[in-house]
Nanobody, 126 residues
Framework: QVQLVESGGGLVQAGGSLRLSCAAS????????MGWFRQAPGKEREFVAA??????????DYADSMKGRFTISRDNAKNTVYLQMNSLKPDDTAVYYC?????????????????WGQGTQVTVSS
């Protein structure tokens, strides 16, 4: 089984920054995608960002509300992905989940991802 462990969440003032990390362990394939979703209380889990994990040519995708503020990156040697979050707003408050899927296609639907972490809480105060 593949395990995903998120870290880096916490409290931050509006306009501040946080960097989330997701470390993968266990079985690893040569081609896979890792990404981030978030879920606020009473809301559905929504796509944040994802990045390819194969091929030598990078590709990343972002939800519209995150473009220009969030950046996803990866460290292949550590099997770790990061989410740099800048200019945070109270609306960004949510539990952030790391997810992984096989293949090289970056998709935004949560049903396509087979592995999930336990989540890390991000709270942005005004």
């Amino acid at each position: 089984q593949v395990q995903l462990v998120e870290s880096g969440g916490g409290l931050v003032q509006a306009g501040g920054s946080l960097r989330l990390s997701c470390a993968a362990s266990g079985r690893t394939f040569s081609s896979y995608v890792m990404g981030w979703f978030r879920q606020a209380p009473g809301k559905e889990r929504e796509f944040v960002a994802a990045i390819s994990w194969s091929g030598g040519q990078h590709y990343a995708d972002y939800a519209d509300s995150m473009k220009g503020r969030f950046t996803i990156s990866r460290d292949n040697a550590k099997n770790t992905v990061y989410l740099q979050m800048n200019s945070l707003k109270p609306d960004d408050t949510a539990v952030y989940y790391c997810a992984s899927k096989a293949g090289i296609a970056v998709v935004t639907t949560k049903a396509a991802y087979g592995y999930w972490g336990q989540g890390t809480q991000v709270t942005v105060s005004s």
